[in-house]
């Protein structure tokens, strides 16, 4: 009697196959995470059909050798007791791949039910040029969603922005309308989907050589903060169709705080450079002489906020400057009391944050300066590869952002005069709100974030972008 319920429970085990062929035909869910709705991601299959066909066969050996062995020495119970302890194997890997099919198809049905309409396609390497647009995509009130190039680039995704929806090298099928904060080769493979709008956003406007890149000719529709983008275009001989430009400014201003009266005695000035360039010849950065800089600023009694940038950390003699600096900053603030900010924990502080609670700032070729033009409050730069009497001249014929900043020559001539003049008299204050406009959308920069938004919601909408407008 026994030895019979011990084949029952060997027919019990084998019907586990059944489930088995089901689960193990499921397919993978995509890489995702933060989907609304969706599991905790299972990861690979965890077994191969193989698998429970093995435990299956060592439960009807075992059952078998089992019940030769009741036979000759009248143990029933063995052969129960061998029979319900082998039957756990087939179960087990059953239930293991029933657990994975069912995560998996809750995470493509928490896609499907997200129905994303705008995504981000994203092959950087540093994650942080999402951030600068996501807030504002959220804004829109659309279903959206990040799309990394590769597994490195999306775990580091989801470490930075871990309450947004991303997913792993898949458009999911909803996707009308994809923003490109980076212009990677690698989103050639995003761009193949010719039923999607692609926009090209960048992730700042400067006067640095990659803002007026070819790159831009392969999206559909090409997003400027304002007029001096288009210029910038022209003047690099980079013709893109008036139908493929859209004006839609700089939601990243957005509460950036006005100037409101002239500078007190004791100002704070955000010193914010630009990574340094391996190649000394192609580089921008003033942080070659952050130390005259910022002496220079502590004696004229600045408080001074060192904000570093979070690219070129390879760099060995940047690095050792920064180090440098932070020290030169907290010795001082020992000294005079001065509440200075050191570089690690200026970068840290949202930027708008940073603007709103200087005075005036200095920095480089970047497009923190373009931001920074909001504020209408007055700042130098830095003219890493312009020397000479000419100096100014010459660096804001090749890069207009400098048209109304202090220009700081290369070998530090006009150092003490550019911040004389910024902290003092400050002539170029009348000039400062006309090229806010020129940079910035003109006008209608005082609602910094409406164009955008509205932009993002037409590509939701499936609708075409009216390029060429604002």
Known sequence: MLTALAWIVVAAGLATGLAAVRDVRQRPAPTAHGFPGQPDHPGRR??????????????????????????????????????????????????????WATASLGVRQAIVAHAPRVAVPYAGKVGVHVGMWSPWIEQAGVPWCVVAADRTICAELVRLHPHDPVILTHLPATVRGALYPHGAKKNAVFLAHDEVTHVFLGHGDSDKPLSASERVLSYDVVAVAGQAAIDRFAQAGLRVP????????????????????????????????????????????????????????????????????????????????????????????????????????????????????????????????????????????????FGGPDAAEAFRAAHPTAVSAYVIDRDLVQLDAALDAMLGPDPLAAVRP???????????????????????RELADGRQVSAGSS
């Open 46 to 99: 965890p077994f191969r059909l193989r698998a429970w066909a093995a435990a299956a066969g060592v439960l009807v050996v075992g059952t078998a050798v089992a019940t030769i062995v009741a036979l000759v020495t009248s143990q029933d119970l063995v052969a129960l007791l061998v029979a319900m302890v082998l039957a756990l194997g087939p179960a087990a890997v059953a239930w293991r791949l029933h657990a």
């Open 242 to 385: 008036a139908a493929k430009l859209r004006v839609v400014g700089r939601p990243q201003t957005e509460g950036i705080e006005r100037v409101a009266g002239p500078l007190p005695d004791s100002p704070t000035v955000l010193y914010a450079p630009t990574w340094r360039h391996a190649d000394d010849a192609l580089n921008v950065s003033s942080l070659a002489v952050a130390e005259d800089v910022v002496a220079a600023l502590l004696a004229r009694g600045c408080t001074v906020v060192f904000r570093r940038h979070f690219a070129g950390r390879n760099h060995l003699e940047a690095e050792a400057m920064i180090a440098h600096v932070d020290r030169m900053l907290a010795d001082d603030a020992k000294a005079s009391g001065r509440a200075h900010v050191l570089s690690e924990t200026a970068m840290d502080v949202p930027l708008v944050e940073a603007f709103n609670g200087c005075d005036a700032m200095v920095s480089d070729i970047s497009g923190i300066v373009v931001d920074f033009m909001a504020s209408e409050k007055p700042f130098a730069m830095y003219a890493a590869q």
């Open 434 to 456: 006309e090229r806010a406009d020129h940079y910035l959308g003109g006008p209608e920069r005082s609602d910094p974030a409406g164009r955008f938004v509205a932009l993002v």
